[in-house]
């Protein structure tokens, strides 16, 4: 007659495992999350009626299952384009969305599609990057100067997430530019021990409209 038990170290980190002490069956005790480990090992001790006792190694080998989806992060996305879609030519990329999902292999690969606000055609996306071009400059005229895509994330599982990304691109008139910054880089030197509110420098830019942007 032999008598099983989990290794004493063991039975007090694992609570997701014990073994029977009369038949030497593994059980699971506790829900097992393959994103939070995927793996376990731990030692298994048949002991005798006269005390006498071996230790077995138990490794355990979890088998990811598709049970997250995936999340945009962030979920909006605001971007100006210039008419006729000028600034870095038509197939430019003008903005990238991203999704992750913590599923391993294919449960975890992001499919990215465009599902409202493109009827006319004028925006592509790549299906694998997120990357979202312009595919017919000819049609981006400030006669609408917005638009509104929603997209998609799936995974290679089949789940969808749960909210789509929007993005919001306003088309601008060639002639406007944006505000640019006086400088690209701006370093600036602050002791450890400044108070809350402390001004430690500031950064300008300027807009070429006088003064008063008519649209934000
Ligand atoms: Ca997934
Ligand atoms: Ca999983």
């Known amino acids: 007659m032999v008598n099983y038990t989990l290794g004493e170290a063991a039975a007090a980190k694992l609570p997701q495992f014990m073994v029977k002490s009369?038949?030497?069956?593994?059980?699971?005790a506790a829900s097992l999350d393959y994103e939070t480990k995927p793996s376990y090992e731990f030692p298994v001790i048949a002991t005798d009626r006269g005390g006498l006792s071996t230790t077995a190694m138990v490794k355990i080998q979890l088998?990811?299952?598709?049970?997250?989806?995936?999340?945009?992060y962030p979920r909006e996305y605001n971007v100006s384009l210039r008419e006729g879609g000028g600034g870095g030519g038509g197939s430019a990329v003008v903005v990238a969305v991203a999704a992750t999902d913590r599923d391993s292999g294919r449960f975890?690969?992001?499919t990215y599609r465009i599902v409202a606000g493109n009827e006319a055609g004028l925006f592509r996306i790549d299906r694998d990057t997120g990357e979202i071009s312009?595919?017919?400059?000819?049609?981006?005229?400030?006669?609408t100067p917005l638009h509104h895509l929603n997209v998609s994330a799936t995974d290679g599982?089949?789940?969808r997430a749960l909210?789509?990304?929007e993005v919001f691109l306003s088309v601008t008139d060639p002639q406007s530019t944006p505000p640019h910054f006086q400088r690209t880089r701006y370093s600036l030197a602050v002791r450890e021990d400044v108070p809350r509110n402390t001004i430690v420098g500031s950064v300008?830019?300027?807009s070429s409209d006088s003064g008063r942007s008519s649209f934000e």
């Open 163 to 165: 909210q789509d990304a």
């Open 63 to 72: 088998t990811d299952v598709n049970d997250n989806w995936p999340v945009f």
């Open 157 to 159: 599982g089949g789940l």
């Open 204 to 206: 300008k830019a300027t």
């Open 134 to 143: 312009v595919a017919r400059p000819d049609l981006l005229t400030n006669r």
């Open 22 to 28: 009369v038949t030497g069956d593994v059980c699971i």
């Open 108 to 110: 975890g690969l992001v």
